[in-house]
């Protein structure tokens, strides 16, 4: 299965992304695409910009490991994620997740997956610049759920697969 | 024991720097036990290690608990938990 892994200061393309997963096969059916993007405001309040940390070597060994347990989930015809760090304004391109199946129902389930994983378990960090100064990111507990449902048997994690 | 450590986000900005190496005294054993240790280091190291209960661990950049044993490591990291995504 094709894996691209990259993280960079750089803006990414998702639309050329996405192609070039698909480009020259015709197994592939289904394509999800998942950007993440910087917002300008949290709770009501604004955010002037964003900076993200991260743990260079980790966040890619971290990231393949979730990709590996993806492509053992669910029949994967290939997945890319870029992940941007450094300084980023609201409507910039944070996180892109692109994952290529037969089927989409394939597809969606792992780029949830990775997705919810991403945000609990790559090592990244956010630091919001706000009217009142700058302030580190909390960690929310939805998030945290959001991951924890797929550590359930499958089936029960997502019962839309429960009837293929 | 030498390691480096590593900190991130409000861990380093607490502490003042980003990475070190420090030799370890015998009795430190665990990651719980390191972060016990460094919080006696300073006033900046007592302020990031203040709640050790949110603070992650991560030993050669993988996640471990604070029961995981540093014998061994070449490289242990502490960091809030993650907001990336």
Same mark, same amino acid.
């Given at each position: ?6 993280l960079q ?10 192609? &070039?997963?698909?480009?020259g ?9 998942? &950007?993440g993007?910087c ?5 009501g309040a ?8 991260? $743990? ?5 060994a971290?990231i393949?490991r ?7 989930? !669910?029949?994967l015809?290939g ?5 941007? $760090? ?5 409507g %910039? ?5 692109v ?6 129902? %394939?597809?969606?389930?792992? @780029?949830?997956?990775?997705?919810? $994983?991403l945000?609990?378990r @790559?090592?990244?960090?956010? +630091?919001?610049?706000?009217?009142d ?11 945290? &759920?959001?991951?924890?449902r797929w550590?359930?048997?499958? +089936?029960?994690?997502?019962?839309r697969?429960a009837a293929? | ?5 590593l900190?991130?986000? !409000?861990?380093?900005?607490?502490? /003042?720097?980003?990475?070190?190496v420090v030799?370890l005294?015998? /009795? ?9 240790w ?6 900046? $190291?007592?302020?990031?290690f203040?709640n050790?209960?949110?603070i992650?661990? @991560?030993?050669?950049?993988?996640h471990v608990? *604070?029961?995981?044993?540093?014998a ?6 502490f960091? *809030?938990?993650?907001?990336? /995504?």
């Amino acid at each position: 299965m094709p894996v691209t892994i990259r993280l960079q200061s750089e803006d990414f393309d998702a639309a050329a992304e996405a192609a &070039s997963l698909t480009r020259g096969r015709t197994d592939i059916g289904a394509v999800v695409t998942f &950007s993440g993007i910087c917002r300008g405001s949290e709770a009501g309040a604004p955010v002037a910009a964003m900076t993200l940390e991260h $743990y260079p070597g980790m966040a890619e060994a971290e990231i393949a490991r979730h990709v590996e347990e993806a492509e053992a989930r !669910w029949p994967l015809f290939g997945v890319t994620i870029i992940h941007r $760090y450094g300084r980023m304004v609201p409507g %910039d391109n944070i996180v892109l997740v692109v994952t290529a199946a037969s089927h989409r129902g %394939d597809a969606f389930a792992a @780029a949830e997956f990775l997705m919810d $994983y991403l945000k609990t378990r @790559a090592p990244f960090w956010k +630091q919001e610049e706000r009217p009142d100064g700058t302030a580190w990111v909390d960690a929310k507990a939805t998030d945290d &759920s959001a991951a924890d449902r797929w550590a359930k048997p499958r +089936q029960a994690a997502d019962p839309r697969h429960a009837a293929e | 024991m030498s390691v480096k450590l590593l900190y991130f986000a !409000w861990v380093r900005e607490r502490i /003042g720097k980003g990475e070190e190496v420090v030799d370890l005294p015998a /009795g430190v054993a665990t990651v719980a036990d390191l972060m016990t240790w460094l919080a006696g280091r300073g006033e900046e $190291y007592a302020f990031a290690f203040e709640n050790p209960k949110v603070i992650r661990a @991560a030993i050669n950049r993988t996640h471990v608990k *604070p029961n995981a044993v540093i014998a061994g490591a070449k490289e242990v990291a502490f960091f *809030p938990p993650m907001t990336g /995504g």
